[in-house]
């Protein structure tokens, strides 16, 4: 059975001004949508990836051609990335609780982690994701991968489940931002789902 485009879970113009709905209607119906129907090429040429996870797939992906890497990453990547924002009147922006407030404290705080992620996020070269993850024991760490890799793959340098993630291509931001992508990840801050992230840490943590 092919990967479907998952649809948005909110308006297109719902995270404005952070992200506008041109940059939204194009990242998901245009972008997305791409990965998704080249990744379901690569699994049409590949009889051994026949019903499996787009998770499993990511997790053998050193053994995979790079059309399956891009685009497996690429699906996976942008169905977590619509997930952990909401708009700012849906509860977006705001502070951790939970479990997930308790390992923000034990990395160094909010502040810290927030300055952490935007260092990684800009001094990423060229396209890449910004991540943070948590290992088996619950500890975070903040992360980039270039291209659509992301920490579940499993030559990844830094693996681990990723909690919260936010895309530096250009095409997340210049529409709004320009070649600014130090203020897209400054306001990126303002549509984060905290609820969403923490529930990802419990089910990481167990
Ligand atoms: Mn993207």
Redesign the pocket.
């Known amino acids: 059975m092919a990967f479907e485009l998952p649809p948005l879970p909110y308006g297109y113009d719902a995270l404005e001004p952070t992200i506008n709905k041109e940059t939204m209607t194009l ?1 998901h119906d245009k ?2 949508a791409a990965y998704t129907a080249k990744l379901n090429e690569g699994v049409a040429a590949d009889p051994k990836l026949e019903g499996k996870s787009i998770e499993d797939i990511l997790g053998m992906i050193s053994s995979l051609p790079p059309l399956v890497r891009n685009n497996g990453g ?1 699906y996976w ?2 169905d977590f ?1 619509w997930k952990i924002m909401t708009p700012k009147n849906g509860g977006g922006g705001g502070s951790p609780t939970g479990k997930l407030k308790d390992a923000i404290d034990a990395y160094g705080g909010l502040d810290k982690l927030k300055e952490d992620f935007n260092a990684k996020g800009a001094g990423q070269f060229g396209s890449g994701w910004a991540w943070v993850i948590a290992d088996s024991s619950g500890a975070l760490k903040v992360v980039s991968t270039p291209n659509q890799d992301n920490p579940l793959m499993d030559d990844a340098n830094d693996k681990g489940t990723p909690i919260l993630g936010n ?1 530096v ?1 250009e ?2 931001y210049y529409l709004t931002y320009k070649n600014d992508r130090a203020a897209y990840l400054k306001a990126w801050w303002d549509v984060v789902n905290w609820e969403e992230a923490g529930r990802r840490y419990d089910a990481a943590v167990g």
């Open positions: 990242h972008h997305h690429g990547n942008h990335f895309d291509w095409h997340a």
